[in-house]
């Protein structure tokens, strides 16, 4: 998948984008700021569902979006890193901690990117289903690119390891994945404009 | 300055792989906005006061000046969303660099339009009706689309990665402009309207007007649950009394 097309950011600054989806670990300070930023970043887009209903709804959805991605990082990071250290896997408390920031800023990224548009369609909908649907399609865009950012970076530390521990790794992330889908969904359905609000 | 955008006009038709790597290069990247920019306003604009034709008059002017408000509009609020997309995917892009991808791409799409637009007017001019050429419309901006695209593939990179990075970019661009072109409504016109309005009042969605337009195409028509409830009338009855033309007071 990777091919030699150079990356397309300037030499002199990288964008935000690039620094905050960046491979390269850095201190537990400017890990955790990277963290922040991106759930600041998703907060950007439960503000502009929440400019379907106004109000308080601007604050509900902003807290919401951010909250999937909180809940994943605060309950599902550690886990992770127990259970991937539990079968002997080359993991650190401070990669784990970069692989989440890197993975949820990037969620948190691309929620922001989808806001405008997410709030064309939040106010001109009519129909709340379809308002639904079109909330449902972000976050699902999001998380994905999130997870994928999380697994791809947690499979390039174990390329290492003998193929029977490899798979025994390979399968606690395949079960984290499920683990983190649901428990976003979970904390995520409880915006109101997937609760079919108006 | 002038010659520039006069070159890039011609790479927009004849070298996507030239202005994408312009836009990837960064630099100055002025007569590529200048040159995509207008190409997109002349092309939008062109080819909405071809769609009015089916109505004409007025309908002329307001259509060839929403379209390229709408498609400019569309720009605006996708770029970001583009911009993340390939960030997130690890294909991060200077952000005035993905601007001017977009643009480009949008531009390019607006020339094939202008291209389009004899044979809409043809149709139109022959006696295409209504519900049809709405289709063909969407017919031309879907190809218009597929050009634009393969400029911005050869932007990201022509490999799964890209592939899927455009796809993503895709849906929010399809969902986004097919609902910004819906709020500012008519282009066609309605042909029975005995005035021509700017914009319709907001109703429904743009998916929900697919769908009807689709139907209503092939001559089935759905029987709105607003008009039966008015006539006193099941919205669903068990045997239909022929075809309803409520779908023609619709405008798109």
Not at chain 1, 149 to 157: D, G, H, K, P
Not at chain 2, 143 to 167: C, E, P, T, W, Y
Not at chain 2, 214 to 241: C, D, H, I, K, M
Request: proline share 6%; net charge positive; with cysteine.
């Amino acid at each position: 998948m990777e091919q030699s097309l150079p990356t397309i950011v300037s030499a002199s600054q990288p964008s935000l984008g690039a620094r905050l989806t960046s491979p390269d670990t850095q201190g537990a300070t400017q890990e955790l700021a990277r963290l922040g930023a991106g759930l600041g970043l998703a907060a950007l887009y439960g503000l502009a569902l929440g400019a379907r209903s106004g109000g308080m709804a601007l604050v509900q959805h902003a807290l919401g979006a951010s909250a999937g991605l909180a809940a994943v990082g605060v309950l599902g990071m550690p886990a992770l890193f127990v259970l991937l250290a539990l079968v002997d896997a080359p993991v650190s408390p401070g990669a784990m901690l970069s692989v989440g920031a890197r993975s949820l800023a990037s969620a948190g990224f691309v929620l922001a990117g989808l806001a405008p548009s997410a709030a064309l369609l939040a106010v001109t909908i009519e129909s709340p289903d379809a308002a639904a649907f079109v909330t449902r399609a972000g976050l699902t865009l999001a998380g994905s690119i999130g997870l994928y950012q999380l697994t791809s970076s947690v499979r390039a530390m174990l390329e290492e390891l003998p193929s029977e521990q490899r798979l025994k790794c390979n399968v606690l992330l395949f079960g984290f994945s499920l683990f983190a889908i649901m428990l976003a969904a979970r904390v995520w359905y409880t915006l109101p404009i997937l609760k079919g609000a108006a | 300055m002038n010659s520039q955008v006069l070159q890039v006009f011609d790479e927009l038709l004849r070298s996507p792989r030239r202005v994408a790597e312009r836009s990837r290069a960064g630099g100055d990247l002025r007569p590529l906005f200048v040159a995509s920019l207008g190409a997109l306003v002349l092309g939008a604009g062109v080819f909405g006061a071809t769609l009015a034709t089916s109505r004409g008059g007025l309908q002329l002017l307001y259509s060839g000046l929403k379209l390229p408000l709408a498609m400019v509009g569309t720009m605006l609020l996708v770029v970001p969303a583009f911009h993340a997309i390939a960030a997130g995917l690890g294909r991060p892009l200077s952000f005035s660099g993905m601007i001017g991808l977009t643009l480009a791409a949008a531009g390019r799409g607006a020339l094939v339009l202008i291209a389009l637009s004899p044979l809409i007017w043809l149709s139109f001019d022959r006696g295409l009706s209504y519900h049809p050429g709405v289709l063909l419309a969407a017919a031309c901006y879907a190809l218009a689309g597929v050009a634009a695209l393969d400029l911005v593939l050869k932007g990201v990179g022509f490999d799964a990665r890209g592939l899927v990075i455009v796809s993503l970019f895709a849906g929010v661009l399809l969902a986004t402009g097919g609902q910004t072109a819906w709020m500012l409504r008519p282009f066609l016109g309605r042909p029975s309207a005995p005035s021509v309005p700017f914009f319709r009042p907001r109703e429904s969605s743009f998916w929900d007007a697919v769908q009807q337009s689709s139907l209503s195409s092939f001559g089935v028509y759905r029987v709105t649950r607003a008009l039966s409830s008015a006539e006193g009338r099941s919205p669903n009855p068990p045997n239909p009394p022929g075809p309803r033309l409520e779908n023609s007071d619709e405008s798109r």
